[in-house]
């Protein structure tokens, strides 16, 4: 069965589909997201001291306000692929294609491609936001190996908090009470705010399931959907990419993603070479932007 497509989309149209795959990777759920960044955004918190003080007459100059900056770089990234058409076939249901040798495809086909791109991009940004190194694919995430933003090597006023040992069902509940006692000493300022979470790997969660289960916690022998994911009262943020064995701390609104979805070189483009060089093959051609970056570290905990 022969395909006909050529589509190309730029700019906002491909902004619109790459926001779409952007959404599969659900750590973003938890990060602020900064869109449109054309090469740099400056984060830029500001701290107050002494700023209030007693009522007088006259102007007297009181406190100080500490102004921070951050730079957020999204990297530019890519996606090439010579897909055979007949490997698409596979998958596609036979409901949604014409019988006869050479018909068109339905409309819904360039979706169907893009939805399969869009499933390499949301897992490729989720591996990048909390594992990625500064190496060609990725971008630099939270917790990547030497170079990671959390690292205590790379911003020395983010919280260190020690595991006891590799996270098991019988010792997750105790590396999550170190982990919240290092919180009430060290970020007790944005303890109650209402964005902060602790991030965790689906397999760390699933060992508090079993921890909590197995406790009957509340009856939550089952740990059913009516089950809310917190511990101690901390809501808790399951990450996809997330690494295993550690923890991280920290409030929606000090974790930053960054991308540029309306620009010209954020695009889609789908070429079908049967007009060209004969063959059933088909090239994807994708081009977005992604990078991570943390506000204030000092307000934020790492467990490892």
């Given at each position: 069965?022969?395909?006909t497509?050529t589509?190309?989309?730029?700019g906002?149209?491909?902004g ?5 795959a ?9 990060l602020?997201?900064i869109?449109n960044?054309?090469f740099?955004?400056?984060?830029q ?5 002494g700023v209030?003080?007693d009522?007088?007459?006259?102007f007297?100059?009181a406190?100080t306000?500490a102004l921070t900056e951050?730079v957020l ?6 996606i090439?692929l010579?897909l055979?058409?007949?490997t698409?076939l596979d ?9 006869g ?5 339905p ?8 939805s399969?791109m ?11 936001i909390?594992?990625?190194t500064?190496v060609?694919?990725?971008?630099n995430?939270?917790l ?11 911003d020395?006023?983010v919280v ?6 590799a ?6 509940i105790a590396?999550?009470?170190t ?14 705010k209402?964005d902060?979470?602790i991030y965790?790997s689906p ?6 399931v079993?921890a909590v289960?197995?406790l009957?916690y ?7 959907g009516?089950?809310a994911?917190?511990f101690?009262?901390?809501k808790i ?7 295993n ?14 991308t540029d979805?309306?620009?010209?070189s954020?695009?889609i483009?789908?070429l079908d070479l049967a ?6 093959n088909l ?6 932007s992604g ?5 204030v570290?000092?307000?934020i905990?790492r467990q490892?």
């Amino acid at each position: 069965m022969a395909f006909t497509t050529t589509s190309n989309y730029a700019g906002k149209a491909a902004g619109f589909y790459i926001s779409a795959a952007l959404k599969q990777a659900n750590s973003l759920d938890y990060l602020t997201m900064i869109e449109n960044v054309k090469f740099k955004s400056n984060i830029q918190r500001m701290a107050g001291s002494g700023v209030v003080a007693d009522a007088t007459c006259d102007f007297t100059d009181a406190g100080t306000l500490a102004l921070t900056e951050k730079v957020l770089e999204p990297k530019n990234l890519q996606i090439n692929l010579d897909l055979c058409k007949s490997t698409l076939l596979d998958s596609w249901e036979a409901t949604q294609m014409r019988a006869g040798a050479g018909a068109p495809p339905p409309a819904s086909f360039d979706d169907y491609v893009i939805s399969y791109m869009g499933e390499i991009i949301a897992e490729a940004t989720e591996e990048s936001i909390w594992s990625g190194t500064a190496v060609a694919g990725k971008f630099n995430g939270f917790l990547g190996a030497v170079t990671g933003l959390l690292l205590p090597g790379v911003d020395g006023t983010v919280v260190q908090s020690s595991a006891s040992a590799a996270y098991t069902a019988a010792n997750i509940i105790a590396n999550l009470q170190t982990l919240t006692a290092d919180m009430a000493a060290n970020i007790s300022a944005v303890l109650r705010k209402e964005d902060l979470h602790i991030y965790m790997s689906p397999k760390t969660y699933a060992l508090y399931v079993s921890a909590v289960s197995t406790l009957g916690y509340v009856n939550a022998y089952n740990m059913n959907g009516d089950y809310a994911p917190v511990f101690e009262g901390y809501k808790i943020a399951v990450c996809n990419g997330m690494a295993n064995d550690q923890l991280v701390a920290a409030e929606k609104s000090n974790l930053f993603y960054g991308t540029d979805l309306l620009s010209d070189s954020t695009r889609i483009t789908l070429l079908d070479l049967a007009n060209l060089d004969g063959s059933d093959n088909l090239r994807l051609v994708c081009r977005y932007s992604g990078g991570v970056q943390t506000g204030v570290g000092a307000d934020i905990v790492r467990q490892s």
